[in-house]
């Protein structure tokens, strides 16, 4: 069982940056698919962001290209996403996701992936 853990939300002003984490346990930690996902108060979870396993392929919503950049560290079994140039619709709990281990194509379903993070909370005030 793959566990993932968020970190780096928090409270910001709009125009500005945030990074967030993504850390997979390490005992069972196979490289796969990873993506971002967030869900807005009274709205449903939507994609955000998603990367192939060595990192060569990326994929974005319209709403966050360009400002947005994710990427990974297999090595330290973690994955990022760099936030910039921040908007107040911006704000909602961000999900980290992993495909599994034998899922290799880069999907922005959520319903395609096998593991989730609990969340960190992105606040973007205007």
């Known amino acids: 069982q793959v566990q993932l853990v968020e970190s780096g939300g928090g409270l910001v002003q709009a125009g500005d940056s945030l990074r967030l984490s993504c850390a997979a346990s390490?005992?069972?930690?196979?490289?796969?698919?990873m993506g971002w996902f967030r869900q807005a108060p009274g709205k449903e979870r939507e994609f955000v962001s998603a990367?192939?396993?060595?990192?060569?392929?990326?994929t974005y919503t319209d709403s966050v290209k360009g400002r947005f950049t994710i990427s990974r560290d297999n090595a330290k079994r973690t994955m990022y996403l760099q936030m910039n140039t921040l908007k107040p619709e911006d704000t909602a709990v961000y999900y980290c996701a992993a495909r599994a281990a034998n899922r290799w194509t880069i999907s922005i379903r959520s319903d395609e992936y096998a593991y989730w993070g609990q969340g960190t909370q992105v606040t973007v005030s205007s």
């Open positions: 990367i192939n396993v060595n990192g060569g392929s990326t």
């Open positions: 390490a005992r069972t930690f196979s490289p796969s698919v």
